[in-house]
């Protein structure tokens, strides 16, 4: 036959959507059915009960009926729209097409269908012919389709999905009827459905406590039909040892040689026996050698290995954000096969880095006082700042990959170097990790298990260990990677019976041996050994595992990781937090802004006590708690309907948020370098829970659906900065700690603490420090008595208030020449609403810009004024963009801004929806509903001592 030769690219996700280049998979075969484009532009319907509609692979089933208008109750979001548009889930759909065939496409020794993602349960049909089945939306299915094929364009092609709600039911009942895999069904509070755990798919898709249930069904990820008679390259393992030991203090001039192992893994065209043909490795334009191999093929796979050395000084190492650059080099791995008349290849990114998760023993003459959990990069310890990271939307085909750049963009923004993706969402797709790779952002991967117990039927580990082997397979090239977690929270849930395991626990520990330990652990060490895996988390590292991997206690602060939250006490004064070596998860819930709720909401909705309030909170009892955690520092204004009450709320439940996870922050980065006498501290990472919101909702979140920051996100730019100032009050004194990342020391630099009084502007008197900071460390700078040495009660007079109401500290820190080191801070002694807040009248003097900044092309410098000392400014606008601070404290009369458009804009439009409040704005409020309420002789203005309690103040409702 004569030889066509098709050059094709067969592309990833990102790579179809245009973005960076990097991740590209070249697939050159002697003759491929469909090239990408063609794939893409094949036609598909998308059929169910009576209906049948255009269909957009990859895709979904939602997305394919909103487009078709089919959903005509407005946005996936809007409103209860959840429940609206659940009865989709409830059915089962077809995806249908043609497929042409030439006669000379049927030679080839073998023709399949492979499908990088299903979404879920399908079975894929040919004609009457069932070709394959799927049961797991993790799994890349290869189907073989050579002898279901005729030459000409009567290949019917049909994926039927099952519902994903009916098929979790099924399976649980036929598991059930030997015992029942718990949890039954997710919380009422979530208005979800029941059983994610027994189908492999997105566990968040049935809800969470944070999201909706949209359980969809659909080819979800790119797929083609592709001949060959060889070998094709599907994914490329990377290993890089250095060939000399890397110093502690990273030396940007030390570059090590390095020892090099490729894997490449291929899809054979023959079922078992020999292929011979050559193997072409590239590095950049490092190395480049062609080998010649036979390759021994099991179950239509062949794995090829490459070992070469890399010499010094060729290649720069990769750093997490803020410790240097992420240098990435192209790595090619091309097949040819014998006759050279056929050829695969890929091209990914890798970066040459170390990662350990240390876990000595802290003190190795006494041993009882646990193991360190800390990450080391480079052979250097790093304190691991970050997030946890949720699905950015609950149908996976709404994420642009600008979307997932723009988030990781705001995280590395705040100084995190470190993400976990939580096990109940997906594994992300490849633009996500390698916009990590850029980015220098380590991920810590959990498996996607979450909060439940899981099956192990013969059915489903089979399905698991496909599932694992795609995924690390898929992923393990990538820099960003620092470990891989068994599951979120399992071991915790059985250990402390949150599912009614107890009078069963042998069985289902058992189960979860089999399922993490015995099956994917292995599987995910024998793919990965290059970094760490982890069996849950929290866990206690080794000690779990010593403990027959459910330790009796998973949340033992001397050892692993711990997720803490606690919603009943007073976390802005720092209730006690755990000393923990790695906190992984905490948080408080807030409400997005106003301006996101107002796109999903109707003027019904905005009340906190709204039913839509009650609709999107998911977490039990959360309106409940956040109204507590607001009336202990704050007024809780009356929500009488109005949007102004409404947008005060929102306002103060992101006040809270933004103080709770300050305040947890600084308390964790402060344990850094010390431990207690029982071997409690060196915290070596706070992730906080969450990053990036699914929906309009309450939620942890500190970036909005959309991608507005929430206060808490301009907090943690300063709260994770390199260096800080932190602040706490420990019986009587005032204790300043300097906390540095930084690898070296800063000498000279000065501390300044200063005393302020909320009735007036500037500091009322101020102390000064000089002092080095040494790198990586943090440490007790100053430690004051504020009687003694800050004269409080010289300062803080006033009428009956207390002292520590009338009062309140900052704290700056700066290099010898007066530039900053660390971002200024602040420390409330008493509680805002206890203090004489002035009614702050802060404006916005002017605009002045565009001019163009590393941050932004079109920069603004906003001038604030204000004319008396206001808490939390805030300041808001449409135009997309950032702040450098908001949420701030004015303690002078001017403050300069600046705003970074993420578009082109002008003054005018910055402008137009430019608006500024603060805390005063809340205060106000309760002052003047007390005056209409005819309180006016009692109610006092809610800043002095012997205020009236209004009658929708919290206190008189929580006894605090
Ligand atoms: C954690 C997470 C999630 C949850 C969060 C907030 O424990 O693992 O399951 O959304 O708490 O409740």
Redesign the pocket.
């Known amino acids: 036959m004569e030889c066509e030769w098709l050059k094709i690219l067969v592309v990833d996700d990102k790579m179809a959507r245009g973005v960076g280049a990097n991740v590209v998979m070249v697939v050159a075969v002697w003759w491929s059915v469909f090239t990408a484009t063609q794939a893409a532009q094949q036609n598909w319907t998308l059929s169910g009960t009576n209906l049948t509609v255009g269909g957009a692979v990859p895709g979904g089933v939602y997305s394919d009926l909103m487009t078709a208008q089919y959903l005509d109750k407005g946005d996936f979001y809007y409103r209860f729209n959840d429940l609206e548009y659940r009865f989709v889930s409830l059915d089962n759909w077809t995806y249908t097409t043609q497929l042409d065939v030439d006669a000379s496409h049927l030679n080839h020794t073998r023709i399949a269908l492979v499908f990088e993602g299903l979404d879920t349960v399908a079975e894929v049909v040919i004609g009457s012919e069932v070709v394959g089945r799927s049961d797991n939306m993790f799994v890349r299915y290869v189907f073989n389709v050579k002898d279901q094929l005729q030459e000409g364009n009567a290949n019917t092609l049909q994926v039927k999905f099952e519902s994903p709600v009916t098929y979790a039911a099924r399976m649980y009942d036929a598991q059930a009827a030997d015992y029942i895999v718990p949890p039954k069904c997710v919380p009422s509070a979530y208005q979800g459905e029941c059983h994610a755990n027994h189908i492999r798919k997105m566990q968040a898709s049935f809800s969470?406590?944070?999201g909706p249930a949209f359980p969809n069904a659909g080819i979800w990820k790119d797929w083609r039909l592709v001949g060959w008679n060889s070998l094709l390259v599907t994914d490329i393992y990377f290993s890089a040892t250095p060939s000399s030991s890397l110093p502690t203090t990273p030396d940007p001039s030390f570059r090590p040689g390095w020892n090099i192992t490729i894997k490449v893994w291929c899809d054979a065209a023959q079922e078992s026996g020999e292929v011979g043909g050559s193997l072409t490795i590239s590095l950049g334009n490092l190395y480049s050698l062609k080998q010649t191999i036979t390759a021994t093929v099991e179950n239509y796979e062949t794995v090829l290995v490459s070992n070469f050395k890399i010499e010094e000084d060729q290649v720069d190492l990769w750093w997490p954000n803020g410790y240097g650059n992420q240098p990435l080099y192209n790595l090619t791995a091309l097949w040819s096969d014998s006759a050279e008349t056929e050829t695969s290849s890929k091209t990914v990114s890798v970066g040459f880095r170390t990662v350990e998760l240390n876990q000595d023993y802290i003190d190795l003459d006494n041993i009882t006082k646990g193991r360190h959990y800390r990450v080391i990069v480079n052979n250097v310890t790093l304190f691991m700042k970050g997030s946890n990271w949720i699905p950015a939307h609950i149908l996976p085909e709404s994420v642009t990959p600008e979307y997932t750049r723009a988030l990781l963009n705001a995280a590395a923004q705040t100084h995190q170097n470190c993400i976990r993706v939580?096990g109940?969402g997906i594994y992300e797709t490849d633009a996500f990790y390698q916009i990590a790779d850029e980015l220098g952002i380590l991920i810590w991967e959990d498996m996607m298990f979450?909060?439940s117990m899981y099956p192990v039927n013969e059915d489903f580990l089979t399905s698991v260990e496909a599932e694992v082997t795609t995924q690390v397979r898929r992923l393990q090239h990538h820099p960003s990677i620092l470990l891989w977690a068994g599951n979120?929270?399992n071991e915790a849930a059985l250990r402390d019976n949150w599912y009614g395991t107890a009078q069963n626990f042998d069985q289902y520990k058992a189960d979860y041996i089999t399922l993490y330990v015995d099956t994917i652990r292995p599987i995910a060490m024998e793919i990965d050994d290059t970094r760490p895996f982890v069996v849950s988390s929290p866990s206690n590292g080794i000690k779990s595992e010593e403990e027959g991997y459910i330790a009796a206690h998973p949340y033992d602060n001397l050892y692993g990781d711990v997720?803490y939250?606690n919603y009943n006490s007073d976390a802005w004064q720092g209730e006690p937090f755990p000393i923990t070596r790695f906190a992984s998860?905490y948080g408080y819930q807030s409400w997005p802004s106003f301006k996101s709720m107002h796109e999903v909401t109707e003027e019904e909705d905005w009340s906190s006590t709204s039913p839509m309030s009650y609709h999107r909170q998911h977490?039990p009892v959360g309106q409940e708690e956040l109204a507590l955690q607001i009336g202990l520092h704050m007024h809780l204004p009356p929500q009488d309907g109005t949007a102004a009450s409404y947008q005060q709320y929102l306002y103060l439940t992101q006040v809270h948020q933004a103080m709770a996870v300050k305040a947890e922050t600084e308390f964790y980065r402060r344990w850094m370098s010390s431990v207690t006498d029982e071997g409690e501290g060196y915290t070596s990472g706070a992730l906080y829970?969450q990053l990036n919101d699914i929906w309009q909702g309450a939620s942890?979140a500190s970036i909005e659906y959309g991608g507005r920051w929430k206060m808490l996100h301009y907090y943690a730019k300063n709260f994770f900065a390199p260096v800080i100032t932190s602040t706490y009050m420990d019986t009587d004194n005032v204790k300043v700690y300097v906390v540095s990342d930084e690898i070296g020391d800063v000498k000279n630099a000065k501390l300044t603490l200063k005393l302020h009084r909320y009735d007036q502007l500037g500091a009322v008197s101020s102390v000064d420090n000089t002092l080095t900071v040494a790198g990586r460390t943090a440490s007790e700078a100053v430690s004051l008595n504020l009687e003694s040495d800050l004269a409080l009660s010289t300062h803080c007079q006033k009428d009956l208030i207390d002292l520590v109401d009338v009062c309140f500290l900052t704290s700056h820190l700066a290099l010898s020449d007066g530039s900053y080191l660390a971002p200024d801070n602040f420390y409330l002694l008493g509680k805002p609403k206890d203090a004489p807040l002035p009614d702050a009248s802060i404006q916005v003097t002017s605009i002045l810009g565009p001019t163009s900044s590393g941050s932004s092309d079109w920069t603004f410098t906003v001038m604030v004024n204000s004319d008396a000392v206001a808490l939390f400014v805030w300041l808001e606008t449409d135009v997309p963009g950032v702040f450098s601070q908001n949420g701030f404290v004015m303690t002078e009369s001017q403050m300069e801004v600046l705003f970074y458009a993420d578009q082109e804009t002008t003054t005018g439009e910055l402008q137009a929806s430019l608006t500024v409040m603060s805390l005063t704005d809340t205060l106000s409020r309760v002052y003047q509903n007390q005056q209409q309420e005819g309180l006016k002789d009692s109610a006092i203005h809610p800043n002095d001592k012997n205020k009236a309690i209004h009658p929708n103040d919290i206190r008189n409702v929580f006894i605090l």
């Open positions: 969470w406590d944070w939580w109940g979450a909060c979120n929270e997720h939250y998860e977490h829970w942890w």
